[in-house]
């Protein structure tokens, strides 16, 4: 198993290719799956795990070119939903409309969907933690257990209502994630109890 630094740029086989936005995990097979790679053109992409070549703290090297990359799934796709006059916005093109006056068309406005396979999950570094009764930290980043590559748990380093050390979160305790959101399936006590988790890191 590969360690994925999060933010880390990107090289192609044939130069710069972009950076980590996101890592994509099966919680129920323990595994990361993918990652997701905003090219230059400010596309993500995604990119199977297999792709990954060589990785260090703050650069992953793919087998790829830089032309398949693009090729790659879109991980974020725009949709457009249509909105009745009276749910755009009050102050639009420079001027206020509703509700002194409404255009006749039909307004749509734009939304992004993220591209996560059936049964897995999209997780940013970063990401708010929330438990079944409120927030808890800012997700940092995952544990691996060296016998098998499964990722087993993430860790809140920061930003948690315990103070300065680590909390290690097994990834069974996620119930679903938003784009900005992990919603976790214990509440706080639940999580103020989990069991101290020994980590070594690669990266000093």
Request: aromatic residues 6%.
């Given at each position: 198993?590969?360690?994925?630094?999060?933010k880390?740029?990107v090289?192609?086989?044939?130069?710069?290719g972009?950076s980590?936005?996101?890592?994509?995990v099966?919680?129920?097979?323990?595994e990361m799956?993918?990652i997701v790679v905003?090219?230059?053109?400010?596309?993500d992409h995604l990119?199977?795990l297999a792709l990954?070549?060589?990785t260090?703290?703050?650069?992953?090297?793919?087998t790829c070119?830089k032309?398949e990359l693009?090729m790659?799934?879109?991980?974020t796709?725009?949709h457009?939903?249509?909105?009745a006059?009276e749910?755009?916005a009050m102050?639009q093109?420079?001027?206020?409309?509703s509700?002194y006056?409404?255009?006749?068309?039909?307004?749509?406005?734009?939304?992004?969907?993220?591209n996560?396979?059936p049964?897995?999950?999209?997780?940013?570094?970063?990401?708010?933690?929330?438990a079944?009764d409120?927030?808890v930290?800012?997700?940092d980043?995952?544990?691996?257990?060296?016998e098998?590559g499964?990722?087993?748990?993430f860790?809140?380093r920061?930003?948690?209502?315990?103070?300065?050390?680590?909390?290690?979160?097994?990834?069974?305790?996620?119930?679903?994630?938003e784009?900005?959101?992990v919603?976790l399936?214990?509440?706080?006590?639940?999580?103020?109890?989990?069991?101290?988790?020994?980590?070594?890191?690669?990266?000093s």
């Open positions: 198993m590969k360690d994925i630094p999060l880390a740029k090289i192609c086989g044939d130069g710069h972009g980590v936005t996101a890592v994509i099966n919680p129920v097979a323990e799956t993918h905003q090219d230059e053109h400010l596309a990119v199977p990954v070549a060589e260090s703290e703050k650069e992953i090297q793919l070119t032309a693009e790659l799934p879109a991980f796709e725009k457009f939903m249509p909105v006059p749910e755009y102050y093109g420079g001027r206020w409309m509700p006056v409404v255009p006749l068309d039909t307004m749509t406005v734009p939304v992004d969907e993220e996560v396979p049964g897995e999950l999209a997780i940013h570094r970063g990401t708010d933690i929330s079944t409120g927030h930290g800012v997700l980043e995952f544990i691996i257990n060296p098998n499964h990722v087993t748990h860790v809140l920061k930003g948690h209502l315990w103070g300065k050390h680590e909390i290690a979160i097994p990834l069974s305790a996620i119930d679903h994630t784009y900005d959101t919603y399936n214990i509440d706080k006590d639940a999580v103020k109890a989990l069991p101290p988790v020994s980590v070594k890191r690669n990266y």
